[in-house]
């Protein structure tokens, strides 16, 4: 159903256009006024544990969706992502209101993720998808004509949508980054087979009640059909990188405050986790100490950077690997910029071969070269793109031979590489080609 629609006749359109007032309207106003001169404005709930001030590609997607003249709004829980303790100003049961950017947003409480052992995030992700779908019919009244799901972990945040589908009758979007049960079982969060087997059942009761599912990786579409999922209901949509990741001349130096070390840089941006596998990233700066030219920076948090700062300090790298902690996103291309080569590990594991990292699409959005530890369809896009080189996930030797070579690479012949991963990444996951996609998806379905 159409919501907020407005019809304008001819002569009410020509005045407009005759108007100095356009000269004053900015981008996204100018998309507002069209797509209500169409009547084709749809309201959109987006369902997702994770929101601004976490930084997760949903909160782009929801500036996207509304510049294209949707009313939008957020159902979300308390942000502790990733240092799982609340971020100031938040808490149980306080700030349940906010506004992002003209989008509002409804926060519903929560239990922090804390130290991520599997008992914490096991309630973590109980307590949001309980407290969302007992208190989201009251906070959200009005009827979506689309719900959007945002599935990076946990499979539990499609049970909110399920209810406010029950009671709404709003059609649901579900857009899975990450496959249950087959990560819980990867990363060792979940080593009982039959937790296993209730996971599996409760994610083909939830994939049985959305109306789409939207998969980030091709390979995805052969797990969901195992799961009873019909094709047809099935869509292929990457992620993107939002537009400020752009190729930039590289700045005189880092962003305020940081001192980047001199020499070839390894960057490795994103969260520092058991999937990322630092085991090898590791093993191969240690392959490569007798190279003190080349410098492996990390940019990040997440729940093994404690194990892994041990690491550095057992292994004797701390004079070539630096952990940096975590900066702004809007930092991030003034730092890729920056690197000589930039990061993406994987585990060996039959799941994660079938993920594309999105730090993937940053990297290429970039233009700067790749080099990857990593199986599958990640490994086949950067080949695919001629963005850099690819070896085998957790083979810290090849990793290693990988970083020399592009080490004695003429500068020319790696910049080539990063301009070829652009020219990808614009041809197949530019933001606005893929909001434009979702767009015509939602639209398809009212």
């Known amino acids: 159903m159409l919501s907020g629609v407005q019809k304008l006749d001819a002569h009410e359109v020509q005045l407009f256009l005759d108007s100095g007032l356009r000269q004053d309207l900015n981008k996204r106003h100018i998309s507002e006024f069209f797509f209500t001169l169409l009547g084709a404005n749809l309201r959109v709930l987006i369902v997702t544990q994770y929101f601004w001030p976490e930084n997760f590609r949903i909160n782009d997607l929801a500036e996207g969706l509304r510049d294209k003249g949707h009313e939008v709004a957020v159902l979300t829980g308390k942000p502790n992502y990733p240092s799982g303790r609340f971020f100031a100003g938040y808490g149980f049961f306080k700030r349940s209101k906010d506004s992002y950017n003209g989008i509002p947003v409804t926060r519903v409480p929560m239990v922090p993720r804390g130290a991520g052992t599997a008992l914490r995030l096991t309630v973590n992700y109980i307590s949001f998808a309980f407290f969302a779908s007992l208190l989201a019919p009251f906070r959200y009244r009005e009827k979506p004509d689309a719900i959007l799901v945002y599935e990076p972990s946990p499979i539990t945040v499609g049970l909110p949508a399920l209810v406010l589908k029950k009671i709404r009758g709003a059609p649901i979007f579900f857009w899975v980054q990450d496959l249950w049960p087959e990560s819980l079982s990867a990363t060792g969060m979940v080593r009982s087979a039959w937790v296993l087997r209730q996971v599996e059942r409760l994610v083909r009761f939830i994939y049985k009640h959305c109306d789409r599912i939207l998969v980030q990786s091709r390979a995805f579409v052969g797990p969901m059909t195992r799961l009873g999922v019909e094709v047809d209901r099935i869509e292929y949509f990457p992620n993107s ?16 405050g940081v001192n980047l070390p001199n020499g070839f840089r390894v960057m490795f941006a ?43 300090n057992r292994r004797g790298l701390s004079e070539i690997v630096y952990l940096l902690g975590r900066y702004p996103v809007e930092t991030m291309p003034r730092f890729f910029a920056l690197s000589d080569a930039l990061l993406v590990t994987l585990r060996k594991d039959p799941i994660f071969a079938l993920t594309i990292p999105s730090k993937v699409q940053s990297y290429l959005a970039c233009g700067r070269p790749i080099v990857a530890a990593l199986n599958g369809e990640g490994a086949r896009v950067i080949d695919e793109a001629g963005a850099g080189l690819s070896v085998p996930a957790e083979d810290a030797e090849q990793l290693a031979g990988a970083v020399l070579k592009l080490y004695i690479m003429p500068k020319a012949e790696r910049e080539a590489m990063g301009a070829k991963g652009r020219v990808y990444y614009l041809e197949n996951f530019e933001r606005n080609l893929l909001i434009d996609r979702l767009d015509k998806l939602i639209r398809a379905v009212n």
């Open 241 to 256: 990188a939002e537009e400020l990741y752009q190729p930039m001349v590289a700045p005189d130096g880092a962003p305020k």
């Open 270 to 312: 994103g969260n520092i986790g058991a999937a990322q596998d630092f085991e090898t990233i590791l093993g191969a700066a240690e392959k490569l100490k007798s190279y003190p030219d080349i410098r492996w920076i990390v940019l990040g948090d997440g729940r093994m950077a404690a194990w892994v700062k041990e690491e550095i």
